[in-house]
Nanobody, 117 residues
Framework: QVQLVESGGGLVQPGGSLRLSCAAS????????MGWYRQAPGKQRELVARITSVGTANYADSVKGRFTISRDNAKNTVYLQMNSLKPEDTAVYYC???????????WGQGTQVTVSS
């Protein structure tokens, strides 16, 4: 069972940037797609960025052009570079392996991102 540990969140002003990291305790392998999810208070968790094993990335419309997902399979780590942050990006961010409507592993503790002036 892979364990996921997210880090890099914090408080940032609108327009600022953060880089999130997701370290996996085991091999995320080159066959697994990985994704970043977020859950805002009172809302359902949503997938905001996904990257395939060969590096093809897809984004939710709300973050397209501002967020960039990347992965380092040798380090079993996935990253999310977030630029031009908006207050509506405020949420707890999680990573996991998307499998349709499900995920591959248990959720980690997430990392809180707060965008506020």
């Amino acid at each position: 069972q892979v364990q996921l540990v997210e880090s890099g969140g914090g408080l940032v002003q609108p327009g600022g940037s953060l880089r999130l990291s997701c370290a996996a305790s085991g091999s995320i392998s080159t066959i697994y797609a990985m994704g970043w999810y977020r859950q805002a208070p009172g809302k359902q968790r949503e997938l905001v960025a996904r990257i395939t094993s060969v590096g093809t990335a897809n984004y939710a419309d709300s973050v397209k052009g501002r967020f960039t997902i990347s992965r380092d399979n040798a380090k079993n780590t996935v990253y999310l570079q977030m630029n031009s942050l908006k207050p509506e990006d405020t949420a707890v961010y999680y990573c996991n392996g998307p499998m349709g409507d499900y995920v591959r592993w248990a959720w980690g503790q997430g990392t809180q991102v707060t965008v506020s002036s």
